[in-house]
């Protein structure tokens, strides 16, 4: 091992999940969803259309869409807005 393969290393993306005891971010080396092996880094979530742990709705697909698109233009309609306005 290299002392540039320990840098690159160091500078591995951090996991931002909570810690329980303080609450500050977990801080352990990241995986490609940002957690760590501990904080889920390998589960790819649960599967498409699945309901077992469904309880209302507030972040699925198509509410977090439709969300989306509401932010999107409102933010379009308040930049219009302050370019009538001044
Ligand atoms: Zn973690």
């Known amino acids: 091992m290299t002392a540039n393969s320990m840098e690159k290393a160091h500078a591995a993306p951090r996991c931002g999940a909570r810690r329980k005891y303080d609450g ?5 080396p ?3 969803n940002g957690r760590c092996y501990l904080h889920g880094g390998k589960s790819t979530g649960a599967p498409k259309g699945n309901k077992n742990g469904w309880k209302h709705g507030l972040r699925s697909a198509e509410a977090v869409a439709q969300r989306k ?9 308040r930049a219009t807005l302050t370019q009538l306005t001044t």
Do not use: G, V
């Not at 500050?24 to 352990?28: F, G, N, T, Y």
């Not at 698109?69 to 309609?77: D, E, G, N, V």
């Open 69 to 77: 698109r509401t932010t999107a233009l409102l933010r379009k309609l």
């Open 30 to 32: 990241a995986m490609k």
């Open 24 to 28: 500050q971010p977990c801080q352990a």
